[in-house]
């Protein structure tokens, strides 16, 4: 080899190359210097020149560091390779046409639409991405969910902080308000164990494509129901039909009703209660009770961090600590996240449901997001003999502000 530290800097790499001369007689020499690891004089030697690369390497790597982090607090851009979706190749000045199909979404996305759908649609609508490949959900989300949106700067996978404790600037125009990535952050933000429905699920379960789906349930065992097609026998065509999952799937399998005139009952139900919303002053919810409490955890988790840092602290004490405050502020901010999609849901709506329905460009993931917001389940019980269809059959459980 050519000098010791250019096979390797560290210390214990050197140590096993080292046992492999001494355990199998490999002979291995510098070509330049006077390492030779079959002598002390040459063992010592690279120890101690090893040791010398390797603390000039983290020397290097603390530096590089400290002037990537003291950039990004500048404002300063630190991506890859391409520019990001939105943005000209300077990486500060708006695309405007890239950021028009932005703005475009973001009503659509706080209505419901999943980025599997605005994908498909972006798609179909021929924009192009950076890198010339087709849009996917997985982009999408990620693009939208992106701190860059709004003018936030991203350090190692966190939100950078100024002096002040705010959120670090950076120097690019901003495509979003903060308001409107907030929003789009509890929309898309994955559902948490606790969520059962798929309306909630926000990624979990499978999509459906039978308006109520998530939230049919058997009047006879409690069961999610399931949409399905079934033939007609007087028409021979195919009809939907919300079904009992059999008694090996969950279910007892003894209901099945057909989907179109419970549809269209629940459709005016929720048109009916979107009106009732327009007809009356929304008021704002009162303040969160647990904001006071979730800031002092981070002012803890500050002072804490400091005072480990100055040698007053010992790893054994701060680090399960630090792991139970940290459990602690992701409790309480998901409950922040969770009022604040209540309030949102309080305050948005949409304007003319029953005109907007029919309409092309209203998805069933919106249908399906204002029916959420009237109701959290309806429950379809068995038909009576001799009767299809009667609204006594379907029992709406809407949704109660706790």
């Known amino acids: 080899m050519v000098d010791i530290d250019r096979a390797t800097r560290d210390p214990r790499i050197l140590e096993d190359l080292i046992d492999a001369v001494e355990l199998y007689g490999v002979y291995v020499v510098s070509m330049t210097g006077n390492i030779d690891l079959s002598s002390d004089a040459g063992i010592s030697a690279a120890r ?51 950021s028009a199909h932005i703005r475009k979404a973001v009503p659509r996305i706080l209505a419901g639409v999943s980025p599997l759908t605005v994908a498909r649609e972006w798609n179909e609508r021929g924009i192009p991405t950076v890198t010339g490949v087709q849009w996917r959900s997985a982009t999408i989300r990620n ?13 190692r996978g966190e939100i950078l902080k100024d002096d002040t404790g705010s959120p670090a600037r950076g120097k690019w125009e901003p495509i979003l308000t903060d308001d409107e990535y907030a929003n789009i952050v509890r929309a898309w933000t994955p559902a948490e164990q606790s969520e059962h429905s798929r309306v909630g699920g926000k990624g979990r379960g499978y999509r459906t494509i039978h308006l109520l789906s998530p939230f049919v349930r058997c009047g006879k065992c409690n069961a999610r129901m399931v949409g399905s097609n079934r033939r007609d026998p007087r028409s021979g065509n195919l009809v939907e039909i919300y079904r009992c999952p059999a008694k090996g799937q969950g279910g007892c399998g003894s209901i099945a009703r057909v989907a179109a005139p419970i549809d269209a009952y629940v459709k005016a139900l929720a048109i009916a209660e979107q009106q009732k919303i327009q007809s009356r002053k929304v008021e704002e919810l009162p303040p969160r009770p647990k904001e006071k409490e979730l800031a002092d955890l981070e002012t803890r988790i500050e002072e804490s961090t400091r005072r480990y840092e100055s040698g007053e602290y010992l790893a054994e004490r701060y680090f399960p600590s630090l792991a139970r405050m940290e459990t602690a502020v992701a409790n309480l901010r998901r409950e922040q996240r969770n009022y604040a999609a209540r309030q949102d849901a309080r305050r948005t709506f949409i304007a003319n449901l029953a005109q907007e ?19 959290t389940a309806v429950v379809i019980g068995p038909a009576s003999k001799g009767v299809r269809f009667h609204p006594d059959q379907i029992i709406p459980i809407f949704r109660q502000e706790s």
């Open 48 to 98: 101690n020149l090893v040791n010398q690369r390797n603390a000039e390497s983290r020397n290097t790597s603390r530096r590089v560091i400290d002037g990537k982090r003291r950039a990004a607090r500048a404002g300063k851009n630190h991506d890859g390779p391409n520019r990001a979706f939105g943005w000209r190749k300077d990486r500060l000045t708006l695309n405007k046409r890239e």
């Open 143 to 155: 693009m939208f969910l992106r701190p860059r949106m709004c003018g936030m700067v991203v350090y």
């Open 357 to 375: 329905w029919n309409n092309p460009s209203f998805t069933m993931e919106q249908k399906q997001a204002a029916v959420a917001q009237s109701l």
